[in-house]
């Protein structure tokens, strides 16, 4: 079984930047695939980023130049840099893992940008 724990939630004003961080178990990380998610309040989770266990990347259009994902499978780490944060983008953040055979979710950390 796969388990998450993201880091590096917070508070910061807008134009500020964040990493998150999300370390996973298991001996087979460089083959998931990894995604961030985000929920904001009274809506539904949404994919912000993907990237394949080859290290290819996929973004929402509202992130794509601000956010930037990336592993390290040597760390079994999948990290979210946030820059140029805005108040639209507070929200939990949720990592995901996925195979044909795994989906696993961490507990998520918050996010919130101020005006």
């Known amino acids: 079984q796969v388990q998450l724990v993201e880091s590096g939630g917070g508070l910061v004003q807008a134009g500020g930047s964040l990493r998150l961080s999300c370390a996973a178990s298991g001996r087979s990380f460089s083959t998931y695939t990894m995604n961030w998610y985000r929920q904001a309040p009274g809506k539904q989770r949404v994919l912000v980023a993907t990237?394949?266990?080859?290290?290819?990347?996929t973004y929402l259009d509202p992130v794509k130049g601000r956010f930037t994902i990336s592993r390290d499978n040597a760390k079994n780490t999948v990290y979210l840099q946030m820059n140029s944060l805005k108040p639209e983008d507070t929200a939990v953040y949720y990592c995901?893992?996925?195979?044909?055979?795994?989906?696993?979710w961490g507990q998520g950390t918050q996010v919130t940008v101020s005006s």
């Open positions: 990237i394949s266990s080859a290290g290819s990347s």
């Open positions: 995901n893992a996925r195979t044909p055979i795994i989906d696993a």
